[in-house]
Nanobody, 123 residues
Framework: VQLQASGGGLVQAGGSLRLSCAAS????????MGWFRQAPGKEQDFVAA????????YYANSVKGRYTISRDNAKNTVYLQMNSMKPEDTAVYYC?????????????????WGQGTLVTVSS
């Protein structure tokens, strides 16, 4: 599976962005998908995840209520809608695909990673 993240950019605090992650291959619908982010000088953090069917979603406490993860298996794409954004949301955002739906907040669970897209939130 190859993953291509897009949609990053510069947004003012309080604004919104939607990230997309397009996957190649016919087995996209069998993978759980996740978003992670890495701010400058910091470790990579879990942001959100969604199981293969879209029936369950998981969020980091820092984004709960502001971010929404969704997927369209017909389009081989997972989305991250980010609202009420804060300067501390500034990071490179990565999408990833996991074979199993356990421990989706752990980056080690994921087998495939996209290249990342930069999100900058100005104050």
């Amino acid at each position: 599976v190859q993953l291509q993240a897009s949609g990053g950019g510069l947004v003012q605090a309080g604004g919104s962005l939607r990230l997309s992650c397009a996957a190649s291959g016919r087995t996209f619908s069998s993978y759980a998908m996740g978003w992670f982010r890495q701010a400058p000088g910091k470790e990579q953090d879990f942001v959100a995840a969604i199981i293969w069917s879209g029936g369950s979603t998981y969020y980091a406490n820092s984004v709960k209520g502001r971010y929404t993860i969704s997927r369209d298996n017909a389009k081989n794409t997972v989305y991250l809608q980010m609202n009420s954004m804060k300067p501390e949301d500034t990071a490179v955002y990565y999408c990833a695909a996991a074979v199993y739906s356990d421990y989706l907040d752990d980056g080690k669970t994921y087998r495939y990673w996209g290249q990342g897209t930069l999100v900058t939130v100005s104050s």
